[in-house]
């Protein structure tokens, strides 16, 4: 079974610092990986689309894939409070349907 | 315009009803789906529907099912409903079953009492 573990949290970050969230997989096959922000209440939106292995960086975020460790990651770069929400990690095979990971809490405080 | 938008937002019902929660989508996609996520957060997918082909994740009872009238809409029924079923339930699209990003509707809120 497809699995996409992460820990939930809540991490819990002073702003300005670099949060740093981590998604590990078990399916070897997978190809794609994405990052989605979730906020209390809210639905899922993708903040990150990450295919190769190495870094991948779009203004604050950083999204690292080492496909050999099996492990993508997530870096926030001065974290600021309206970060603060749920990242849920997902891989997908091919045309096979997105498997998510459990999400991670992210608090950041002033 | 919403993009993926789903009703009821709130759904509180007793056990043993049946009821269907609605999900349209204008944007064009091929590919749409219901996902259930629990009180811990978990995202887990129900159903995908493209082009009338239906893929079921094995673990859904089949109290719960999935109706398409056409590619823009696909709803979901649930018979007897029972306390387990309260969660969110979110539908989403994506252009193809091959596309990456999924456009998420805003979510309904299950409760059953």
């Known amino acids: 079974q497809k699995e996409v573990e992460q820990n939930s949290g809540p991490l819990s970050v002073p702003e300005g610092a670099i949060a740093s969230l981590n998604c590990t997989y078990s399916d070897r096959g997978s190809q794609s990986f994405f990052w989605y922000r979730q906020y209390s209440g809210k639905s899922p939106e993708l903040i990150m689309s990450i295919y190769s292995n190495g870094d991948k960086e779009d203004g604050r975020f950083t999204a690292q894939l080492n496909k050999a460790s099996q492990y993508v990651s997530l870096l926030i770069r001065d974290s600021q409070p309206s970060d603060s929400a749920t990242y849920l990690c997902?891989?997908?095979?091919?045309?096979?349907?997105?498997?998510f990971g459990r999400g991670t809490s992210l608090i950041v405080h002033p | 315009d919403t993009a993926v938008s789903q009703t009821p937002k709130y759904l509180v019902t007793q056990m043993g009803n049946d009821k269907s929660i609605k999900c349209e989508q204008n944007l064009g996609h091929d590919t749409m789906y219901w996902y259930k996520q629990d009180s811990k957060k978990f995202l887990k997918i129900m159903f995908s529907y493209n082009n009338k082909e239906l893929i079921i994740n094995e673990t859904v009872p089949n109290r719960f099912s999935p109706k398409s009238p056409d590619k823009a809409h696909l709803n979901l029924h649930i018979n007897s409903l029972e306390l387990g079923d309260s969660a969110v339930y979110f539908c989403?699209?994506?252009?193809?079953?091959?596309?990456?990003?999924?456009?998420f509707g805003s979510g309904t809120q299950l409760s059953v009492l």
């Open positions: 997902a891989v997908k095979r091919g045309s096979y349907i997105p498997t």
């Open positions: 989403a699209s994506s252009p193809s079953r091959a596309d990456e990003k999924l456009f």
